[in-house]
Structures are given as structure tokens and as C-alpha cells.
């Protein structure tokens, strides 16, 4: 049984810094990119952060680049969200997703429940 279970949230004022982490099972996380997603209310799902299946390739929205830091271990079956200098706009709950390497683009297969972030100003 697939899981991706998103741990670290919560409240935090602005300038803070959160971690979280994405504890995967059920599949072989090695053979998978993985990404961050984040969504609030009345807004889409947006893509903050990604990497490639060993850690090496990173990518990242413009609206988090220089504060947030997405890092995994695959000796540890988890991805990391490193985010510093936060704003209130980064408000949302955040979900860690999976994709098989070889799939091209963001259709990402497995998705874990969310967690809040709230930055308060």
C-alpha cells in the first residue's frame, strides 16, 4: 500500500523557518522524483519545489526560490521541505507527490495528505 505521510507543519511568523517531511511507503522511492505542492483557497495548485529520483536535479518556483531548500533521503524513504524567510503568501497546505522517473512532465502518480502551513504577519 502506497503512503506519503507530510509531517511539520504549522504556524509560524513571517521571517520563520519550517520543515517538513514527506515519509514515504509502499513503492520504491528511489525510482522516484518526487515534489512539493501547495494549495489555499481559491487559488490552484502550484509546484514550489522538486528533485530527481537521486537528489542531484532540483527545481523550484520563483516564488520560493532563495528560501526554500527541497532535499531527500533515499536511505530514509523521505523528502525534506526546508523553508526559511517566510511570508505570509506561502500560507497553504503543502503536499509532497511522487513520480516514477521516466514519466515526463508533472503527472505525478502517488500524493500524501497535506499539511498546513500558516504564516502569520
Known amino acids: 500500500q502506497v503512503q506519503l505521510v507530510e509531517s511539520g507543519g504549522g504556524l509560524v511568523q513571517a521571517g520563520g523557518s519550517l520543515r517538513l517531511s514527506c515519509a514515504a511507503s509502499?513503492?520504491?522511492?528511489?525510482?522516484?522524483?518526487m515534489g512539493w505542492f501547495r494549495q489555499s483557497p481559491g487559488k490552484e495548485r502550484e509546484r514550489v519545489a522538486a528533485?530527481?529520483?537521486?537528489?542531484?536535479?532540483?527545481y523550484y518556483a520563483d516564488s520560493v526560490k532563495g528560501r526554500f531548500t527541497i532535499s531527500r533521503d533515499n536511505a530514509k524513504n523521505t523528502v525534506y521541505l526546508q523553508m526559511n524567510g517566510l511570508k505570509p503568501e506561502d500560507t497553504a497546505v503543502y503536499y509532497c507527490?511522487?513520480?516514477?522517473?521516466?514519466?515526463?512532465?508533472?503527472?505525478?502518480?502517488?500524493w500524501g495528505q497535506g499539511t498546513q502551513v500558516t504564516v502569520s504577519s
Open positions: 528533485t530527481g529520483r537521486r537528489g542531484v536535479s532540483t
Open positions: 507527490a511522487a513520480k516514477y522517473f521516466l514519466v515526463i512532465g508533472s503527472d505525478y502518480s502517488y
Open positions: 509502499g513503492f520504491t522511492f528511489s525510482s522516484y522524483d
